[in-house]
Structures are given as structure tokens and as C-alpha cells.
Nanobody, 115 residues
Framework: QVQLVESGGGLVQPGGSLRLSCAASGSILGIYAMGWYRQAPGKQRELVAVVTSGGSRNYGDSVKGRFTISRDNAKNTVYLRMNSLQPEDTAVYYC?????????WGQGTQVTVSS
């Protein structure tokens, strides 16, 4: 059984920072990419950041220059460092692990940016 455990979400002031983490447990083979997606109330789910097994990174336009994704392949863990947070970053952030024959999702962690 594969489970993704997310942590690091919470309430932060505008301009603040948070670091999300997602640890994958269980046997996972052939991982292509690990990443983060988010969904705000009334909006569609959107890509935040993805890192492939080869180290290639892809960011959503709205977070480029502010967010940084990293991973520890040995621990099957992916991180998301979020700087200069703005109210529009408020959303539920979902961890994703994608492979050739599977697509796993975490339960989501709430990030709220408010003064």
C-alpha cells in the first residue's frame, strides 16, 4: 500500500514563507515525477511545481521565482519551499507521485495566506 503524507501547511502572513513536505511510504517503483498541485475555492486544480526523476523542474507561471521544489530520492520525499506568499496562493496543496503505471495523490494540506 502506498501512502503520501503531507505536512507543513498552515496560516501565514502575506510575504511570509512555508515549506511543504510529502513523504511517500510503501513500495514505489518507476517514479517519473513528484510534484505539487493546488486548488483554490471555486477554481480549477493547477500545477504548482514538478520535479522528474532526472532532476528536471517545471513551475506554474504564477509561482515562478517564488517557489522552489526539491526532492530526496532516497527518502521518496518531495519538498516545496514557498517564499513571498500572497493571498492568491491560498489553496489546498496536493502532493502527487506519478509513474508509468500509477498516479498517487495525497489528501492535501491547507495553505492560507492572510493578514
Amino acid at each position: 500500500q502506498v501512502q503520501l503524507v503531507e505536512s507543513g501547511g498552515g496560516l501565514v502572513q502575506p510575504g511570509g514563507s512555508l515549506r511543504l513536505s510529502c513523504a511517500a511510504s510503501g513500495s514505489i517503483l518507476g517514479i517519473y515525477a513528484m510534484g505539487w498541485y493546488r486548488q483554490a475555492p471555486g477554481k480549477q486544480r493547477e500545477l504548482v511545481a514538478v520535479v522528474t526523476s532526472g532532476g528536471s523542474r517545471n513551475y506554474g507561471d504564477s509561482v515562478k521565482g517564488r517557489f522552489t521544489i526539491s526532492r530526496d530520492n532516497a527518502k521518496n520525499t518531495v519538498y516545496l519551499r514557498m517564499n513571498s506568499l500572497q493571498p492568491e496562493d491560498t489553496a489546498v496543496y496536493y502532493c502527487n507521485v506519478n509513474g508509468v503505471r500509477y498516479d498517487f495523490w495525497g489528501q492535501g494540506t491547507q495553505v492560507t495566506v492572510s493578514s
